[in-house]
């Protein structure tokens, strides 16, 4: 079962702009995850949002979560060169399983 | 700091051979995971394990098994290997929390060609 799906499939900004990804997902969750992977790695946890939160912040990343609309957004601002990777969100379901989504592939030309 | 390693970065095989993919993690955490990531489809769970010598299916685990004698080992076998079975394989770990989910720690992954 595939729960969170990402918007836009790729994304391609200039160094310096912002950069926005959405999550869509289609159950009641515990909390909502967005990781990020660098080509042919392995994925690395960026933030958790809880779902009675609405926005949480980390450096430059900024996650929102709107369980109404069962979506989160994940903004980079002052993207860099670094941050070209894939960034997936990741539902929980039942026990410690996570679901993933398909993931944004975000490219920042410098 | 955290770590989680598998066996191999690139692997060939050939069609009917028996694979195993190990996958060790240096963090006590009684979840261990094995994911398959192909193009357009995102991560997919193949099984997991939640304790030593316990393990559950995920969403695709045909043509696949597991085993888990040490919390820190989880090793993922292809019984028979098939050309469909190509692909990168991502091992992760977790503790288990009470109340909300922990997040999950991966393994750099093996690519798997099966010729």
């Known amino acids: 079962s595939q729960q969170g799906e990402e918007d836009p499939q790729a994304l391609s900004i200039q160094e310096g702009e912002n950069a926005t990804m959405n999550c869509s997902y289609k159950t009641s969750i515990n909390n909502l995850q967005w990781y990020r992977q660098n080509s042919g790695r392995g994925l690395v946890h960026l933030i958790l949002i809880r779902s009675n939160e609405r926005e949480k912040h980390s450096g430059r990343l900024r996650v929102t979560l709107d369980t109404s609309k069962k979506s989160s957004s994940l903004l980079i601002t002052a993207s860099r060169a670094a941050d070209t990777a894939s960034y997936f969100c990741a539902t929980d379901e039942y026990g410690n399983k996570l679901v993933f989504g398909a993931g944004t592939i975000l490219r920042v030309k410098s | 700091d955290v770590k989680v390693t598998q066996s191999s970065r690139y692997l060939v095989k050939r069609t009917g051979e028996k694979v195993f993919l190990e996958c060790v993690q240096d963090?006590?955490?009684?979840?261990m995971f094995w994911y398959r990531q192909d193009p357009g489809l995102g991560l997919r769970l193949i099984y997991f394990?939640?304790?030593?010598?316990?393990?559950e299916k995920g969403d695709i685990p045909e043509g696949y098994s597991v085993s888990r004698e040490k919390k820190e080992r989880f090793s993922l076998i292809l019984e028979s290997a098939s050309t469909n079975q190509t692909s990168m394989y991502l091992c992760?770990?977790?503790?288990?929390?009470?109340?909300?989910?922990?997040?999950?720690?991966f393994g750099p992954g093996t690519r798997l060609t099966v010729l």
């Open positions: 394990s939640y304790d030593v010598k316990m393990k």
């Open positions: 992760a770990s977790s503790r288990t929390g009470g109340g909300s989910y922990n997040e999950q720690f």
């Open positions: 963090m006590d955490h009684e979840n």
